[in-house]
């Protein structure tokens, strides 16, 4: 029998893709995803976040619930990889001995080969490289989704504000050629996706390895020659490199979404000065009034830190007034988490956690008036929904199904007579009835439904693979299981 193997995620859509990438290496290798209740998988791997200051508590209580698993099935091996490994590197042997593998953001492409030679050795594993061996892009990828993919433009980033720890675990910002991007789109495309997301840590400083600082406005144009693809999104902008062509290629590629995640993170110049982010409040919303005017209808989120050291009251109401004006369709909103090894983590004037935790309340408070406000606005128009897997939380018991609109709003809608027919990726046309700050309802008859692709790939229960190529790195066979243990009491 093939060994089997479960993959848990933590943080940013980065990640996920990371461990499509892991999933994609381990079915390559011969593995197989272990079915949904196993609690004793052969092989589980942590692809762990760096970025919130509980990450640690989370990866290390969950190694502790597994090491009596473990300590009953000796075999189990288990692989910790991610912004974590790569900060904490041989600590996580060291704190949790029962961890056979640990791997970093530049070397997924080793995690066979290491679980391979931990097996052999009994001992951990323990590999983290400084820079990339080859782009991540060119692994085999298990896709989750048989209707939207991500598509990684680049890794890494040459930002470096001070809050923010990932620069340092994924290292400088590497460019990946248009035409292997466009190859991987026409792949996906080809196995039915309808959507797009190109993904990277700053998207639209995309070019900056070739010398073309127009080079995102291009990519976004020629995605749009596609044949089949139906939606495009990016993610995530920074406001310091956003130029007017990307706002012109959004406008006019028909199959770009009018939506728009552009981080803010303080409304305060002050507070943007100490967060070492190139713009201030002023650009940022220049840049929001030309995306409305060039499309009026395009939806804009955001992120917001809230409670960064220094912050004063004044500041914090300046990040309310931009929040006011700016009129976000969602916003993910952050209480300033300290984590070391950043500038900010010894910064004076860390925020005593009462004063955080009220303005975050006032703050969450005030972009759900504006949420609210603005979906209020779409009762009675007609939208395009996505149909998705897993949106809604309350489906079953309210029988509506869910998707996305082409602006990335969440919509839950009725099936009405078409009751059993829809499908995960099939395409539907209702008209908004209700509106939450959250979410729209849809619950009357949908207008249309159109089968596509991408629902006939989910029906067949068929998920996009994309063929990798494992330069530099050995292959190895379908692993044989192993013995069975002589001892119950095996030590490990």
């Not at 009994?122 to 400084?130: C, G, K, M």
């Not at 409040?281 to 917001?304: H, N, S, W």
């Amino acid at each position: 029998m093939a060994r089997t193997y479960n993959v848990v995620t933590y943080g940013c859509q980065m990640n996920v893709h990371d461990s499509e990438r892991i999933s994609g290496l381990l079915e390559q290798a011969g593995y197989v995803r272990a079915a949904g209740g196993d609690d004793t998988p052969d092989i589980v791997v942590f692809n762990t976040c760096a970025v919130r200051e509980n990450a640690d508590n989370r990866l290390y209580g969950n190694l502790g619930r597994l090491r009596p698993v473990k300590d009953k099935h000796p075999e189990m091996q288990i692989a910790v990889g991610g912004c974590l490994a790569q900060k904490d590197r041989g600590d996580i042997v060291r704190k949790a001995p029962w961890v056979d593998v640990v791997f970093g953001t530049h070397n997924i492409g080793s995690l066979p080969v290491l679980l391979e030679r931990a097996r052999h050795n009994a001992a951990a594993e323990v590999e983290i490289l400084e820079s990339l061996d080859v782009f991540p892009s060119t692994l085999p990828t298990r896709r989750e989704s048989t209707y939207a993919g991500w598509v990684s433009i680049s890794v890494g980033c040459n930002n470096t504000c001070t809050f923010c720890i990932v620069p340092s675990l994924r290292g400088k910002e590497k460019d990946r050629r248009p035409g292997d991007i466009l190859s991987e789109v026409r792949a996906l495309v080809d196995e039915g996706v309808l959507e797009v997301t190109l993904l990277g840590q700053n998207v639209n400083s995309y070019g900056v390895e070739f010398g073309d600082r127009l080079a995102f406005g291009k990519l976004l144009r020629a995605t749009g020659e596609v044949e089949g693809l139906e939606r495009v999104r990016f993610t995530s902008p920074h406001p310091k490199d956003f130029t007017d062509d990307v706002i012109a290629a959004m406008a006019e590629t028909p199959n770009v979404c009018h939506s728009l995640h552009m981080p803010l993170q303080s409304g305060s110049d002050t507070v943007l000065r100490a967060m070492r982010r190139s713009y201030r409040a002023d650009r940022y919303l220049g840049i929001i009034e030309k995306v409305r005017t060039a499309m009026p209808d395009a939806a804009i989120t955001t992120d917001i830190i809230v409670g960064f050291p220094g912050e004063t009251d004044a500041d914090f109401e300046r990040t309310l007034d931009v929040v006011r004006e700016a009129r976000f369709s969602s916003a993910f909103t952050f209480q300033y988490s300290k984590r070391p090894g950043t500038p900010a983590a010894t910064m004076e004037g860390q925020l005593p956690k009462q004063v955080v935790q009220e303005r975050y309340d006032r703050l969450i408070a005030c972009v759900e008036e504006i949420t609210w406000a603005e979906n209020k606005k779409l009762v009675g128009q007609n939208v395009e929904v996505l149909v998705a897997v897993g949106e809604g939380r309350k489906d079953e018991r309210t029988g509506r199904m869910s998707g996305r609109a082409r602006d990335g709003r969440l919509v839950h809608f009725d099936a009405g007579s078409l009751a059993g027919q829809l499908r995960p990726g099939d395409i539907v046309h209702t008209t908004v009835t209700y509106a939450a700050p959250h979410h729209l309802n849809a619950d009357g008859e949908p207008l249309s439904h159109r089968r596509t692709r991408a629902g006939d790939a989910f029906e067949a229960g068929r998920s996009p693979r994309t063929p990798g190529v494992l330069l530099g790195l050995p292959t190895i066979g379908a692993p044989a299981a192993p013995p069975a243990p002589t001892s119950g009491c095996a030590a490990h």
